[in-house]
Nanobody, 121 residues
Framework: QLQASGGGLVQAGGSLRLSCVAS????????MGWSRQVPGKAREFVAG????????YYAASVKGRFTISRDDATNTVDLAMTSLKSDDTAVYYC????????????????WGLGTQVTVSS
């Protein structure tokens, strides 16, 4: 099970840090990732991190502004978001990988409960 938290309302240019706690399987064996979705639109892959934590991947739309990290001791994966834009408004979800790949939506199993991020312009 996965539960994302840390969302909220922020002004454009601001920052937020999302966190996701995973349970139910050996966290350190799997890649982790974040996606986002706006109602009525397709889910967008945002960022992924390898099982080892030493490799990351970002969508072009967030590269340079978002940072994904993981802490295997606490089974958490975080998404630090800076320089937020109105286009970043969405519900954000985390998921565990199906294996070790981490660069696209299909690399991930079911997305957990999301957290709403709203960026006001």
């Amino acid at each position: 099970q996965l539960q994302a938290s840390g969302g909220g309302l922020v002004q454009a240019g601001g920052s937020l840090r999302l966190s996701c706690v995973a349970s139910g399987r050996l966290f350190s064996n799997y890649a982790m990732g974040w996606s986002r979705q706006v109602p009525g639109k397709a889910r967008e892959f945002v960022a992924g991190i390898s099982a080892s934590g030493d490799m990351t991947y970002y969508a072009a739309s967030v590269k340079g502004r978002f940072t994904i990290s993981r802490d295997d001791a606490t089974n958490t994966v975080d998404l630090a978001m800076t320089s937020l834009k109105s286009d970043d408004t969405a519900v954000y979800y985390c998921a565990g990988g199906r294996g070790r790949d981490y660069t696209e939506l299909s690399d991930f199993a079911s997305w957990g409960l999301g957290t709403q991020v709203t960026v006001s312009s």
